[in-house]
């Protein structure tokens, strides 16, 4: 729970999958930086990349420079979350880069399904750096670095939430972050008797496509709007982005809360261009992202979602600490029916999870199976599957049936409070 909602403040809760990122790391003579990485079990090429001696200070020297060397190799553009995590500790931590270095990648981390494979990458190669180049960094501050890569060096506007996940994460423990910025709350054991899936659409996502980008961008528009309505004063402004005193809501939308909101909603636009908004409000707080006056931003349904999601997580949350009763599953697949309709008003949903979704519905309880809501950043990637532990075979048929209908090859996530495992289906 909570998705999206984590670059507004909310709370989210995540729980980790049994696979992951794995990096080797070690100082070389031949002063290059060369990555190879492996992605196993599903028959991908190799990737190779490495930076001569004669470029690789100054690439790496200062996030704008990472960032415009990446940003002209599409090809290679997964490296920059391998070596931003160097510019990270050069420029964040001020630790010296090594001369030469080989970094060795093996992941069986799904790209493209919305369960944090660039997350896991940035996490596994920062530990890596951290032991050998002997620097002591917690595990929370690695979470903040890998993000600040991903924004800065990757060009994604993501939250915080899927690095600190991969960072702190605990097997069967959803781990409860308030994103404000990164407060860990603690890890909730999975109750007995209940199950998380997860069934990929096989429908790609990216946190650096266009439609989050637009929706985080709108979000921080609406935030804007209700600043002003509020009477917060703008500090300064530049290239579209202002500086707001905020002692009231920390620049955290979600802090806003539904009562406030539902005071200004009618005020905030259904959709508002770009070039609109700037006129009338001169820019956002939100530096990670910036208004294109040619785009047309759904401002009212990404400024309303993570206010809800927030307060919808906090009900999840306290619903898990009570007995699993039918009920009580009810009510949780309840919250997690709401936050997939939100995804889909703000223009995240996809066809495939919305059909996944519905099937998950019409099965319903007595099939064993409660809720149901797109992962990650949407547009694609997986739904998670709130289950009893006796519904697999109900998962399995659901999965069965989307990839008949579908045509698309479904990777399937099985958990329970015993542990997890991934089963492919192709």
Known sequence: ?????????SLVLQLPLAVSTRAAVSLSDDSTYEVVSEVQGRGQPRREFSIPAAERFEVLSSFESARSYFSGRSADHWASYVLGCLTALLV???????SGLSI??????????GVSSSAALEVSVMGALVALLRVDIPPERIARLCQVVENRVSGAPCGIMDQMTAACGRKNHLLSLLCRPAELQGHIAL???????GIDSGIRHSVGGSDYRTVRTAASMGYRIIADREGLPIEGTARGHVRISDDRFGGYLSKVGSAL?????????????GS????????????????????TYPVRAATVHPIFEHERNERFASLLGLDMTKKTLAMMGELMYLSH????????????TDRIVEMVKDAGYKEGLYGARITGGGSGGAVAVLASTDAADAVRRIAGRYRRESGLPVMVFEGSSDGLTVELKT
């Open 1 to 9: 729970m909570g998705g999206i909602g984590d670059y507004s403040g």
């Open 92 to 98: 964040e931590e001020g630790v010296s880069l090594p």
């Open 104 to 113: 060795q990648i093996a992941s069986d981390v799904p790209e493209g399904k």
């Open 191 to 197: 109750p007995a008797g209940i199950a998380l899936w």
């Open 261 to 273: 909101l539902n005071r200004h909603k009618r005020r905030l636009p259904d959709r508002m261009r």
């Open 276 to 295: 609109e908004f700037l006129e009338a409000f001169e820019g956002i707080s939100d530096d990670t992202v910036s208004v294109d006056p040619d785009l």
């Open 341 to 352: 309709a939100g995804y889909s008003a703000c223009g995240l949903g996809s066809p495939g």
